[in-house]
């Protein structure tokens, strides 16, 4: 029993000090920058290749010579990334970073596969590492001890810089006041490519010792960046020793679910995560100091270029072209037109959910893939249990997500910022693997197989039985379904739209503005919020539930972190809180992604490169396009030549905090 | 600061007949208790005694002014009654009723508003908009959820209605579909005015209204003040003396933390410990 | 004013987005003086502290410091020429040490000249007993004193003081004084902002008065003392 407690140390531990090395760069980027980097485990990705390639040519020898080449030149690339894409957006709402670095693990990635082989490869170790120890009927690897040793001294060394010097001092300071630095004569923003770049050496290295002890492959970057995420908020946004103490500390967990309660390896450190948030939202040695004033709301022009009738025409003008389509399917051009445009309005109306509540009320979810995953599950459950009405079904999935959305609501919408959002992806990623486990939503498979009819209490047709004939074209099957869609688009569209004109909305829209104020004139701001966040999973429900009964199948994939990224990006692309924008982003993503795809297998490296830039030159989503635009093209007077107003982006993170200053100055 | 009787004496010992989530049943006047009433209030942050063991009474009707020297706990004293901050110990009640517990928002909607000391309106939406919002909050509990939540504002005829009389009342009716924003400083104030009146206050805290104003401004103020806030009972932060022993019935001076002394303005005026700690003797 | 001011600040317009907080603003400071800004809250005061120290830059106008042009440096540069700020809120790191917030300090500034951080300690007693102890853990008094030390140990040569005694018992309030009096023995030049009209009498050599984001009267602590129309009419100070 003891040896096998041991045992269960010497492994948690193996894995625990990798998470301490990948967290700890991940928590002090965020604390000195307030950068969300989900592209740090493609940093840590990036390491075991380089290494790889690094250590090839000579064998196994050439390991010790590796594991500090190839950190620094991740850490090369990393003080790269902070220089040309990261600066630019300092000051920004760190929703831009989100976006940001989606689009750097879509390069990253594809970059891997460009250059490497897609499968696993097992990264060669020197004879001194191989062989195993035995003490007391405890069998330790010498390179999980090595690991141990080696993760530790890293860690202490990492501290020690953070404590003793020069430029520890300066980092953390700055991770708790940087006009103060700046005020004391510090130029802060010197560090921040250092602070980046040690971020990255350290995923390296993470990296590096993880690939020696399990293999490298393209996705394992992808597989630790959730739970570096539930470390660094379970730790403490931007707190060293909470990196350290939660890495030390999943990494034991895990471990031990893994021998004693398997059920529960996936699912253990998500309820975790939400536990100590409920209980400490700030994580366990996180202050509120590491948040920051959010920075400019990117919202969407109001008003904007066009006046409010030229855009309805161009709404009506918009849904009459998309009713369109399915006419020519299959004559004009393929019937996958009609597949490529019904996904481009599930994922709108996806998309258009998200809006509302990220967009009105500010509240960014970053598990909305959780909603989407539910509706699609409803259905599928729905359809084998409970009735074979596809409308019965549909009603099912916008209940049954309206109801979580509230619970999760009324669990988490105290919690601010940053931390709403990785309590929103805790919830969808312990969903996420919930599904892979419960025996009655099919496991990891999933539900296949289903079938619908359209109507009510058994009388109704199913849509590849019937077919609507206008004139020569006969629409039918898919085609039918593709209707039913848009409708559900179109209505979701015009009912948030109500809704946001109501004295509901107006509370919203309040609450965007000052939430303070809103209080103070008799809202409970968390109900509203709550409401609005019901109103959107309900929506995303909804879309996810069109999703199963058009593609027949639901798989836990649907839930993927990935899915809830990919929809934000659709928002952040189409323009934020105009609920049309994130119907445009959508149409933009799957029809870039289509044309890419056409072109080059590495349309991802494309698709994310289109982002950072995207991101970098056009914070205001597409929609604001021609109000930039304008100017030029119209040769507007007053504005010149240059189709950049100023205002739209503020590269001074300090005047939104002044206003506060003015608001509580004198507060005698 | 040593604290003697931080305990909080039995909060509802005066009655509260029906559990107060009704908050038209405020409105009623019950003449018996004051309107306001706090009891042993104290608030520390860390080891800073803000708000130091403060009983104050505000009968209904009164005007009363609180001054003092900076950091004396002026606004501190604000944020417990209105609920920006919890108390450390002590209670506070509104006509009658307990309501250290409730919400900020809960404490609006029985009738407590608020004016901030620089002008804290919706930036982005038009004065119309900031003011249909506070009509709204007070008016909710006349709509039904499906109202609320799928009516176009514009068709609410009776909020509408009152909307443009508070526009009206503050001189704000001309300029009323621009953005908040874009409104002069003075007549920023006004709107600001304008949304505390439109929450239907029986007791509007304001803290420091005329600050940064020239005189015709501040006059200007006051007699809008004093115009569209008839039948409120009002409590004001002011640094300018003159105006604060013009316009007050009654003079409460806060010194460190405490109560140091309150009267007519005649009394306060005539009082040498505020002579001392706050005038410092300077015009002597 | 014979010789050139130390600082000037010529005809200043600033603000925060849409809203202009100074108008058409000049004061001047010359090397060794304590000069105070009073007025009441909103009046444009800590603005113009932060505008000379670079956080805001002036939208027309000048600040000039030891006859170079500074309206468009920004705080880092301002501190390297010699410029310190003490903010009203007083911006201890709260999770760093005493002695580290000094250290940081000394990091940045100017290196000629300053207080070394042992001689800080030194010369404020009750920090140095709590030296190793965190900023957050200092009561108002204690982080007013280290914010000042902190802007010793930089080297400043000018020192923006905003409010140092707001929120100070009395008795700590006659600390800061004295301090703002010692540093100025020792050469250092103040800018001080203040509402508590006492502590600017007894302080500075000379007093503006700013109201509206403008100056509006200027004068010595006797002058201002015996102005009651002034007095009375922006500072609400009267009998």
Redesign the interface.
Known sequence: MASELLQLLVDGLTIGVVYVLLAAGLSVIFGVMNVINFAHGELFALGAYFALALIAPFGGSAFFVALFVAPLLVGIIGVGIERFTVRPLYGRNPLYHILLTFGLVLVINDLIYLIWEPGSVTLPLPAVLSGSITVLDVTASVYNLFIIVFGALMAVAVWAMFEFTKYGLIVRAGAQDRQMVRNLGIDIDRYYSLVFGMGAALAAFAGIILGGYQTVNPTMGMSVIIPAFVIVVLGGLGSFRGAVVGGLFVGLVQTALRTYAPIFEGTGIFVLMIGVLLVRPHGLFGTDAGEEHAGNLLSGPRGGFLDPQTRTRLGLAMVGLLALVPLGAGTLYSTYAVTLVIEIIIWGLFALSLDFVMGYTGLVSLGHALFYGLGAYAVALGLSHVSQSAFVVLALAIVISAVIAWGIGFLSIRVSGVYFAMITLGFAELFYNLLGQLEFTGGSDGLFGLSTYYGLAGVGVELDEIAVFLGPVAITGQSLFYYIALAALVASFLLTRRMLNSPFGAVLKSIRENEQRATFIGYETTVYKRRAFVVSGALAGLAGGLFTLNAGYATPSLVDWLNSGEVIVMVILGGMGTLYGPVIGSGIFFGLEELLTGFTDRWRLVLGTIFVLFVILLPGGLVSLPSRLAPALLGAPGRGPNPEPEPESNPDPEPATDVDDAHTRGDD | MALESSESTEPNESTDPTEPSDPIETTQQRTDTPLLQTENLVKRFGQFTATDRVDLTIERGEFRSVIGPNGAGKTTLFNLITGALPVTAGAIYFDGADITALSPSARVRRGIGRSFQISNVFGGLTVRENVRLAIQSVARDEYTAVESLFKPTDRYDELNDRTEAILDRIGLAHVAAEQANALAYGDKRRLEIGVVLATDPELVLFDEPTAGMSVEETRETIDLLEAVLVDQTLLLIEHDIELVMELSDRITVLNGGQILAEGTPAEIAANQDVQNAYLGGMTE | MSADPLLSVDSVDAG????QVLRDLSLSVDAGEIVSLVG????GK?TTL?TI?G??QPTSGHVTYNGADISAL????T??QGL??V???R?I????TVT?NL???A????ADDSLSVAEALEMFENLRERAGNSGSSL??GEQQMLAIA?ALV?GADLVLLD?P??????YIVQDVMDIVAALNERGITVLLVE????VC?ELADRNYLV??GQVVYEGTAAEL?AN?DV???Y?????
Do not use: K
């Open positions: 925060y987005g849409d809203t009441r809250n909103g009046a800590t932060r120290m956080i805001l920004d705080a880092t540069e501190a390297r310190a700020l903010p009203e809120e911006r790191f709260p999770d760093l580290e250290e940081l300090a990091h940045g500034g100017t009561s108002g902190r930089s409010e005694t707001e929120g100070l018992a009395p509402q508590n009209v006492q009498l109201d509206q003392e009651e007095l009375d009419r500072l609400g100070v009267t009998a």
